[in-house]
C-alpha cells in the first residue's frame, strides 16, 4: 500500500479536472460510492500505512463522502420529485461551476454571489455549486430552501462551524412577506459575523393564476393590482439598509440603487 503522500485529493481542487463527481459513483436512488480505481494511493479506504512514521495515515476522503451522501438526501427531502440530481448537470455548467466555485473559495472573487435566474418551484444549481464545493474543495457547504425551511433547518444552517464554510440560499422569493425578509436578513448577518462564502438564488415572483384579463370582478382588479406593486420592487428593496450594506461588503460591489430599502 502507497504512503498517503500521494493522496489524490491533493489534486481535486484542481477546476480545470472537470467532473463535480469526480472519483464518484452516484447511483439514481441517491447512493454515492467511491470509484476504487481513482484512489491507488489508499484503495479508497481514506487511510494509509506510513512507512516513515511507522503508522497509519488519514486524510479526509471518507468524511468527504459522507457529507456529499447527506447533501444528497438532503435535495431528495427537499425536491423528491426532481427529474435531475445536483450531479446530473450538462459538462459546460459543471466547468463553468467548479471554476466559479474555485475562484470565490480561494478569494479571488468576493466571497457573496448573488443571482436572479432561479425558477419558482425547481431546484435551483447552488446544489451542485454546493456538491463542488464539498467534495473537490473540501470546504463545509450547506444550502437551505428559503421557502420550504424551518426553525430547525434555520438553526442547523447556521450553526457554528471551526473551518471555512460555504452557505448556498435559493428560493428566495416573496420578500414581501415580513417572515420571509426577516429570514434572509438572518442568513445575511450570520454569513456577515462567520466570514462565509454565500451564495443567494432570488427567484422573481411570477404572475399566478388569478393575474388575468378575464375576470373583471373588483376583487380580480385589486388582486392584479397588488400583485403588479410586487412585481415592480427589486427583490433587493425588501432588505433593511444594514442587511444590503453587510450584503454589498461581501459581494464587493454596490448592487443596485435601492430606493425602497429605508427601514433599519
Known amino acids: 500500500m502507497k504512503p498517503l503522500g500521494a493522496c489524490v485529493l491533493s489534486n481535486l481542487d484542481n477546476p480545470m479536472l472537470n467532473g463535480l463527481t469526480l472519483g464518484l459513483s452516484c ?4 447512493q454515492v460510492q467511491l470509484q476504487t480505481d481513482m484512489f491507488p494511493c489508499c484503495q479508497a479506504l481514506g487511510m494509509s500505512w506510513d512507512d516513515y512514521l ?4 488519514t486524510c479526509t476522503l471518507q468524511a468527504r463522502l459522507h457529507r456529499v451522501q447527506k447533501l444528497f438526501f438532503y435535495f431528495r427531502k427537499t425536491w423528491p420529485n426532481a427529474v435531475r440530481g445536483p450531479h446530473q448537470i450538462p459538462a459546460a455548467f459543471s466547468s463553468s461551476i467548479l471554476q466559479e466555485v474555485g475562484a470565490v473559495l480561494k478569494r479571488d472573487k468576493p466571497q457573496a454571489q448573488v443571482g436572479f435566474g432561479g425558477q419558482k418551484n425547481q431546484a435551483s444549481l447552488v446544489w451542485s455549486k454546493a456538491l463542488a464545493t464539498l467534495w473537490r474543495f473540501g470546504v463545509e457547504a450547506r444550502v437551505l430552501n428559503l421557502l420550504k ?16 464554510l460555504a452557505l448556498f440560499v435559493e428560493q428566495i422569493d416573496k420578500l414581501w412577506d415580513p417572515q420571509n425578509a426577516e429570514a434572509l436578513e438572518h442568513l445575511i448577518q450570520r454569513a456577515y459575523n462567520a466570514d462565509a462564502f454565500l451564495w443567494l438564488d432570488f427567484v422573481q415572483e411570477l404572475p399566478s393564476d388569478v393575474d388575468t384579463q378575464d375576470d373583471v370582478s373588483l376583487k380580480a ?10 412585481k415592480s420592487v427589486h427583490p433587493l428593496d425588501h432588505l433593511s439598509r444594514d442587511s ?6 461581501m459581494c464587493g460591489q454596490f448592487l443596485k440603487p435601492s430606493s425602497g430599502a429605508s427601514h433599519d
Open 27 to 30: 447511483a439514481d436512488d441517491g
Open 149 to 164: 425551511s424551518d426553525p430547525k433547518d434555520m438553526v442547523a444552517f447556521t450553526s457554528d462551524h471551526s473551518g471555512p
Open 244 to 249: 444590503l450594506s453587510r450584503l454589498q461588503s
Open 54 to 57: 511507522c503508522g497509519i495515515r
Open 221 to 230: 382588479e385589486f388582486t392584479r393590482r397588488i400583485s403588479k406593486k410586487r
